[in-house]
């Protein structure tokens, strides 16, 4: 089959990507992997909320209804990215998993499937940052007698009441993930391996999302000064606490692709003593867990909030993942200049403190407005 321009993925890149197209009346085909729309979105824990108010969240062209929420909550996210796709009839070709990319002598790209052979003048990967779990194999973790789950395979905090339940990790899901247990009647700890860049959702009353936007506008310099000004006033200082004190600002590590945490209430509850702070592990014992600080506590379940990989080496290959991808699997630019690689787009693989989906929106536009105005290949 051979179309104008393919899409794999109809999360929420794929999809804004597409729109994009529709609007224009470009034509596409979308491939999915799984049997719906906004497949990680359906399989998300019960409780995740955008982290990002509305306003700056909406994927091109259609904002989110009225009476949705500041902050949307995720079966609404998946409701709105269906209603995306039948507004602008978006149809994706479901259950076709990619398992390689190239591009064939005659110029074009070809994508293989499970079950079939796609032929595109260009190809957009937008199958998302956190398409594979990153499983660690830590040590002892195999003679552990309780419940060892990924953060992928929890849903919420109601079967570990009056549990000892470590997560190990305080990314955001890591973060989260220990309050909804604490508010479920579990006894959380969190493994913190190093400092980490906390910022709050809401500061002072205010989304923080968009003075983030205003900030990211600012020179660099001055950006990562108010940033870090702004983390001291509204969060203070939480080395005492466990959490290690960052060497830098919050937008200077996201810079260097370490994002930092948005908190939603866990910070208070870490200083009020619900939720306790313990450092990397040493090893898993049967019952229990021993800490390089010598402490050895018993736990009932262990939640791995080990984050994700993009796996995209997995299709590309180890040719064309060496000229694309960096040291951490995501990929360089947007798309790359060079002859051999013309025709290659990527999105969606970017998670700035101004948010993903803010991102998502401005980055479709570029990578569009690039198709339309590069005609090495006809649109």
């Known amino acids: 089959m051979t179309t104008p321009t393919l899409i794999i993925g109809a999360g929420p890149a794929g999809l804004a990507i597409a729109g994009r197209l529709a609007q224009r009346g470009l034509p596409f085909m979308v491939l999915e992997a799984s049997d719906h729309i906004g497949f990680s979105w359906r399989n998300h824990y019960d409780r995740l909320h955008l982290h990002t108010v509305k306003e700056y969240s909406a994927l091109p062209h259609v904002p989110f209804p009225a009476d949705y929420p500041t902050y949307v909550p995720r079966l609404m996210f998946v409701e709105y990215l269906e209603q995306y796709a039948g507004h602008f009839n978006i149809k994706p070709k479901f259950n076709q998993k990619v398992i390689g990319i190239l591009r064939g002598q005659d110029g074009l790209w070809q994508v293989q499937t499970e079950t079939d052979v796609f032929t595109a003048q260009r190809v957009i990967v937008a199958t998302g940052y956190n398409r594979v779990p990153n499983l660690p194999e830590l040590p002892g973790q195999r003679m552990f007698r309780g419940v060892i789950w990924h ?59 968009p003075i983030a936007i205003v900030l990211s506008k600012l020179p660099t310099w001055l950006c990562d000064y108010l940033s870090k000004l702004t983390q001291q006033l509204s969060v203070g200082d939480v080395s005492v606490y466990g959490l290690g004190k960052p060497k830098h600002s919050p937008t200077f590590d996201n810079r260097r692709g370490k994002t930092p945490v948005i908190d939603i209430g866990t910070i208070d509850q870490i200083k009020a003593g619900n939720i306790s702070v313990v450092p990397s592990i040493e090893r898993i014992n049967a019952k229990t867990v021993t800490f390089t600080d010598g402490r050895e506590l018993p736990f009932d379940a262990i939640i791995l909030a080990t984050g994700y990989r993009t796996g995209l080496a997995s299709f590309l290959g180890d040719a064309l993942s ?58």
């Open 151 to 209: 953060s992928y395979e929890y849903r919420n905090g109601a079967p570990f009441r009056n549990e000892n339940v470590l997560v190990v990790g305080m990314g955001n899901t890591g973060a989260e993930l220990a309050l909804d247990l604490l508010e479920n009647g579990a006894k959380p700890f969190i493994s913190v391996r190093s400092p980490i860049n906390i910022i709050r959702r809401e500061v002072f009353g205010r989304p923080a999302q």
């Open 322 to 379: 060496a000229q694309l991808l960096n040291e951490r699997g995501y990929p360089k630019q947007l798309w790359f200049d060079d002859s051999a690689l013309q025709g290659l787009y990527f999105l969606g693989f970017s998670v700035p403190v101004t948010g993903v989906l803010n991102l998502l929106n401005r980055d479709s536009e570029r990578i569009v407005e690039h198709i339309s105005q590069n005609n090495f290949i006809p649109a």
